[in-house]
């Protein structure tokens, strides 16, 4: 699943997402409660075991990250919370979190193969119940419309156009951007044809572990300077020519980013 973090256990999730589910009893989130405190990767299995299958999933607040399961017997979508590589709620949401409506077939099972494929790829690009602040779909239709519109836009890096003014479009445009910047956070940030060395997963991490991470990848601390309580520190790895300013706040990398030069870079 794209939106995980790097934690072993979670990115288990990742590989038998494309798995068919195996049929069973068709289950409410409601019954599923015994799944809550699993390891993420047991979880995964218990889904799929009980008839559910993977869609997709995203990054949420606070280390959270979500995933979106569909059975099909029972036209059910639950939704899965992870947060230390274990299972913490379970809970039902709309069927168009699953690419389905509520009642009849979903775009990816139409006839023709090309209009399914494209209201499918349709379905996993709009925004999720957990792309809201308080976890739930708008109410109205016409905000639901502006928040979708802007959420496509922030996905998709476009230009901020709000030319109605909504909030509802705003905040969509927000969670687009937070959910584009997770689904590229695997990427250094800079081109070209030298290998580059990763660093963006080590955002929020202890800094004692990103410290030693750091050296493991190739990089050399080559400066530093402390304002307050918050640290700064400069890494270098020629070999690759990558510059990077780690900023530590509370013990923790608060941000971490290639900055291109230094004078000791």
């Known amino acids: 699943m794209a939106f995980v973090r790097t934690s072993g256990s979670i990115l288990a999730l990742i590989a038998a997402a494309g798995l068919a589910a195996t049929p069973a009893m068709a289950r409410k989130a409601s019954t599923l409660t015994d799944i809550n405190g699993m390891r993420a990767s047991s979880a ?11 869609i997709d999933g995203h990054k949420g607040g606070y280390g959270a990250a979500y995933s979106n399961w569909w059975h099909k017997g029972d036209r059910d ?11 913490m709620t379970i809970n039902d949401v709309a069927a168009q979190d699953c690419g389905h409506t509520e009642k009849g077939h979903s775009g990816a099972g139409t006839a023709v193969a090309a209009v399914a494929g494209a209201a499918l790829i349709g379905a ?28 496509t836009d922030g996905l998709h890096n476009v230009a901020y156009h709000n030319y109605d003014k909504s909030d509802a479009y705003s905040s969509g445009y927000s969670a687009g951007v937070d959910q584009r910047k997770h689904n590229t956070s695997y990427h250094h940030g800079s081109g070209g044809y030298r290998e580059k060395a990763q660093f963006n997963d080590l955002s929020g991490a202890r800094a004692a572990g990103a410290d030693s991470t750091l050296t493991e990848r190739g990089f050399v601390n080559v400066d530093g300077f402390k304002t307050g309580s918050t640290a700064y520190t400069i890494w270098a790895r020629p070999a690759s020519r990558q510059c990077l300013q ?9 941000d971490i980013r290639d900055i291109g030069q230094h004078p000791k870079c």
């Open 44 to 54: 995964e299995g218990e889904l799929q075991d009980r008839g559910f299958k993977y």
């Open 77 to 87: 979508c639950v939704t899965v919370e992870v947060m230390d590589g274990r299972v």
């Open 124 to 151: 996993l690009l709009s925004h999720k119940s957990h792309h809201h602040d308080d976890n739930k779909h708008l109410d109205d239709a016409e905000a639901e419309r502006q928040y979708d519109r802007g959420y």
């Open 246 to 254: 780690m900023t530590v706040a509370d013990g923790r990398v608060y």
